[in-house]
């Protein structure tokens, strides 16, 4: 046998032995997609506006403390539609100095000054920045939570350049449960009490003459922390908190005092010395702790706390896991909105395998069949060919952790057929050239270099069509480009490489060969 025919033997052998190795046992390797193993597909809706909404608020803040350093007389600030606000009945002998202040701080704002109205609007390219920020963070915020859920092969991506979001998350069990952990904001936040608990806002209001104070808001107590019967009260709280929920470096489960399921936390160093000074400055004050607007619980503070502590609350084991779950995962930027909910069972899952698999096994034995009795005895050269193609495909999959789903199936199937196309190609090539009276071997060796610009042309344009597919397709579309690159690639070496190397095999110089079945 001579050397190149060796090292080929070795290539083929190690390439389809590690293919066996890396996908064995299949059932632990190749992990199945939604629509094979059943669990839930969602499609989410960021809801951006409230990204530009916090943003809004966040510069007047900065512009209630710059107008007061520079002692900027003004009355009210007023938020409009979205990225908008104006400063209103300001000092007109002012201008100057508020222009100044605008130009230096707020680059990211066009302002116009009409009377003694300053209106300023968030640039357009600004708020698409912070609109594209938010859905970019959901989505890793969402990537943390699900991980943190131990889904194996969850996809989680954005549709698009838009405001959606789309997850596929195999083997989910609760779906109920892990909606809510999905669409919890997470915001949290301590604030001080400065009135409260009252049945009603009215109530509350009564030593304020019926206003909220510019510095504070009403926010109500979470209706899932009261006993059945009782009412959730409103309170008055600052509109500034000392800490929030960015400022914490972990969150775990455990149990309180009284060995009641709660939250404890624990800040970073910086928020731990602010907190620390915080409540060492409002000794014997009410403090709130909430979470998306809503106050969870409500307690003195007896003395400073440094950084780490405890939310009490009426949790269960379950509820305490997820709000640590949450918390340590990070908040959402914005809230969302569920637009598409689909729960996909098991037993439908394992439907689709068996009808998958059927496919895949008719479409071998009738394309088997057709190589067979239409090339003869070298339709046996395209079938070990075909076999070992769809062994290389399989060894990948499992290499690479894809997910095979239905239409990736599809894309097997139609591999098979395209892997057979190669061979078909090489095998007319070849009966052309016998049909001009040439040697059996001159033949073989004229049919396959050929072919091969052909196959290889062919080839190429369908994986870039594939890439393009798996590039901007969502999951089910994802799962089938990826077994068309994989099964393409693979057909290229098993049709061309690996059916020479049988023909080579089989019609050596050293033989006498008289006729070829084909």
């Known amino acids: 046998?001579?050397?190149?025919?060796?090292?080929?033997?070795?290539?083929?052998?190690?390439?389809?032995?590690?293919?066996?190795?890396?996908?064995?046992?299949?059932?632990?390797?190749?992990?199945?997609?939604?629509?094979?193993?059943?669990?839930?597909?969602?499609?989410?809706?960021?809801?951006?506006?409230?990204?530009?909404?916090?943003?809004?608020?966040?510069?007047?803040?900065?512009?209630?403390?710059?107008?007061?350093?520079?002692?900027?007389?003004?009355?009210?600030?007023?938020?409009?539609?979205?990225?908008?606000?104006?400063?209103?009945?300001?000092?007109?002998?002012?201008?100057?100095?508020?222009?100044?202040?605008?130009?230096?701080?707020?680059?990211?704002?066009?302002?116009?000054?009409?009377?003694?109205?300053?209106?300023?609007?968030?640039?357009?390219?600004?708020?698409?920045?912070?609109?594209?920020?938010?859905?970019?963070?959901?989505?890793?915020?969402?990537?943390?939570?699900?991980?943190?859920?131990?889904?194996?092969?969850?996809?989680?991506?954005?549709?698009?350049?838009?405001?959606?979001?789309?997850?596929?998350?195999?083997?989910?069990?609760?779906?109920?449960?892990?909606?809510?952990?999905?669409?919890?904001?997470?915001?949290?936040?301590?604030?001080?009490?400065?009135?409260?608990?009252?049945?009603?806002?009215?109530?509350?209001?009564?030593?304020?003459?019926?206003?909220?104070?510019?510095?504070?808001?009403?926010?109500?107590?979470?209706?899932?922390?009261?006993?059945?019967?009782?009412?959730?009260?409103?309170y008055l709280v600052s509109s500034i908190s000392p800490v929030t929920g960015q400022d914490l470096l972990h969150a775990r489960p455990t149990t309180d005092e009284w060995n009641e399921p709660?939250?404890?936390?624990?800040?970073?160093?910086?928020?731990?010395?602010?907190?620390?000074?915080?409540?060492?400055?409002?000794?014997?004050?009410?403090?709130?702790?909430?979470?998306?607007?809503?106050?969870?619980?409500?307690?003195?503070?007896?003395?400073?706390?440094?950084?780490?502590?405890?939310?009490?609350?009426?949790?269960?084991?379950?509820?305490?896991?997820?709000?640590?779950?949450?918390?340590r995962t990070g908040a959402l930027p914005a809230s969302i909105k569920y637009l598409e909910e689909r729960t996909i069972g098991p037993s439908l899952g394992a439907d689709s395998i068996r009808k998958g698999l059927f496919a895949i096994i008719m479409a071998l034995f009738l394309v088997i069949i057709f190589m067979l009795i239409y090339y003869k005895l070298s339709g046996i050269n395209a079938v070990i060919a075909l076999i070992l193609n769809i062994i290389i495909l399989m060894g990948t999959l499992a290499y690479f952790k894809a997910t095979l789903t239905l239409p990736g199936i599809a894309g097997i199937i139609l591999t098979i057929g395209m892997a057979v196309d190669a061979n078909v190609l090489v095998f007319e090539r070849i009966r052309e050239e016998l049909s001009t009276g040439k040697s059996i071997l001159s033949s073989i060796a004229t049919g396959f270099s050929r072919a091969f610009k052909t196959i290889l042309d062919a080839n190429v344009t369908t994986i870039i069509a594939a890439i393009f597919l798996f590039q901007f397709g969502t999951g089910p579309i994802k799962g089938f480009a990826i077994t068309i690159i994989i099964g393409i690639t693979a057909s290229m070496f098993t049709a061309v490489f690996v059916s020479r190397l049988i023909f080579d095999l089989s019609h050596s110089k050293r033989k006498k060969i008289e006729k070829l079945s084909i």
């Open 1 to 234: 046998m001579k050397k190149g025919l060796r090292w080929k033997i070795f290539l083929v052998v190690f390439i389809i032995a590690l293919a066996i190795i890396f996908s064995y046992p299949p059932a632990d390797k190749i992990h199945l997609g939604l629509d094979l193993k059943g669990g839930m597909h969602l499609v989410l809706q960021v809801m951006t506006d409230d990204t530009i909404n916090m943003e809004t608020n966040q510069d007047i803040l900065r512009v209630k403390e710059l107008f007061k350093k520079e002692n900027i007389e003004y009355n009210t600030i007023a938020k409009g539609e979205t990225g908008q606000f104006s400063i209103q009945e300001i000092n007109l002998d002012q201008k100057n100095e508020i222009k100044d202040i605008l130009n230096e701080y707020f680059k990211d704002w066009n302002y116009s000054i009409i009377g003694n109205t300053v209106s300023l609007t968030l640039r357009l390219n600004v708020a698409q920045y912070y609109r594209d920020q938010s859905v970019e963070m959901s989505r890793e915020t969402i990537e943390n939570r699900v991980d943190e859920l131990g889904l194996v092969e969850p996809i989680i991506q954005r549709q698009g350049s838009g405001d959606r979001i789309i997850l596929e998350l195999p083997g989910a069990e609760n779906p109920e449960r892990i909606m809510n952990i999905i669409e919890t904001t997470a915001v949290l936040e301590w604030r001080l009490v400065k009135a409260g608990p009252a049945p009603d806002i009215e109530t509350l209001l009564v030593d304020f003459e019926g206003k909220v104070p510019e510095d504070m808001e009403v926010m109500r107590e979470d209706p899932r922390r009261k006993e059945e019967g009782e009412e959730a009260g409103y």
């Open 262 to 327: 709660s939250v404890r936390f624990t800040l970073n160093a910086e928020a731990g010395r602010r907190f620390y000074k915080f409540t060492g400055d409002n000794l014997g004050q009410l403090l709130s702790i909430v979470l998306d607007g809503k106050i969870q619980e409500v307690a003195r503070i007896e003395s400073r706390i440094p950084d780490t502590g405890i939310i009490h609350g009426s949790f269960t084991v379950e509820s305490a896991e997820d709000l640590a779950l949450v918390l």
